[in-house]
């Protein structure tokens, strides 16, 4: 039996001080069959849940994990998880973002089109994991989170990950008037076909990061659904289809 494919990955280029880990997953070197194939970490889509244990054990292994990540369970909407050491850990704790201050926690969340938006200020003393769709964009998940890492804007550092581009993201009318014409909101939509927007994901969360003030803003530049080799997409592969994870945590900075 040949041995599995490693563990693919791709690494946020983004200007991170030392001893701020970031990473996150694309779909291939995981065991799941078909339509979550392969590195699915989704335990909620559908998946074997042996599958899913395997494939989160690779992933701690190839990123040399301090500990085990910890999963969210994502309602698109606004709450921040900041876990606490002498606090009990929810199993999972109902978030769409969570906020680490104590290196050797790993923050995680899971997406198939919505945007991963990690975080981190210029000191490396804290870092923060939000999962961003259009719902959550627009109620206020990223203003929440960087609230809640109470550190000035200015000081943080922000690198939005793969999602839905905005040529393959068709909404209808309550999308585009869910955001407010305030920080270039009208520019991030375009006609599509009748009656329909063209939204840019995207843009729309890095707008609402500079609008906060955080203007060291990386990433962004890939599109989910235009790639079936490399990521999940639940807007092109729907109604089935797997979770890919954007990591953050603090360690040792001689790592």
Do not use: K, Y
């Not at 392969?38 to 335990?43: A, D, F, I, V, Y």
């Not at 922000?158 to 008037?177: H, N």
């Not at 920080?183 to 707008?207: E, K, N, S, V």
């Amino acid at each position: 039996m040949s041995p599995p494919a490693p563990v693919a990955l791709l690494r946020p280029a983004w200007p991170a001080p030392r001893g701020v880990h970031a990473a996150f997953s694309l779909r291939t070197g995981g065991s799941s069959a078909p339509p979550w194939a392969s590195l699915n970490l989704g335990t909620h889509v559908g998946d074997d849940p042996a599958a899913v244990t395997e494939n989160r054990r690779r992933l701690a292994l190839a990123l040399d994990l301090p500990a085990e990540p910890l999963w969210l369970e994502q309602v698109h909407g606004v709450q921040v998880w900041r876990p606490l050491p002498e606090q009990p850990v929810p199993a999972p704790p109902r978030a769409d973002a969570i906020v680490v201050d104590r290196p050797g926690v790993v923050a995680a969340i899971m997406v198939a089109d919505c945007i991963p938006v990690l975080l981190c200020d210029r000191a490396g003393s804290i870092v923060a994991a939000a999962h961003a769709g259009w719902r959550g964009l627009a109620a206020g998940v990223l203003e929440r989170t960087v609230a809640a890492m109470d550190r000035p804007a200015a000081e943080l550092l922000a690198w939005l990950g793969p999602a839905i581009g905005a040529a393959r993201f068709e909404v209808g009318e309550e999308v585009r008037e869910a955001f407010p014409s305030g920080a270039g909101a009208p520019q991030r939509f375009r006609p599509g076909r009748t009656g329909r927007w063209l939204c840019d994901l995207p843009g729309l969360a890095r707008d609402r990061l500079q609008a906060l003030g955080v203007g060291a803003v990386s990433g962004g530049e890939w599109c989910t659904a235009s790639d079936p080799e490399r990521f999940f997409s639940h807007r092109r592969d729907a109604p089935r289809t797997g979770r890919m994870a954007a990591l953050v945590w603090l360690g040792d900075v001689r790592m």
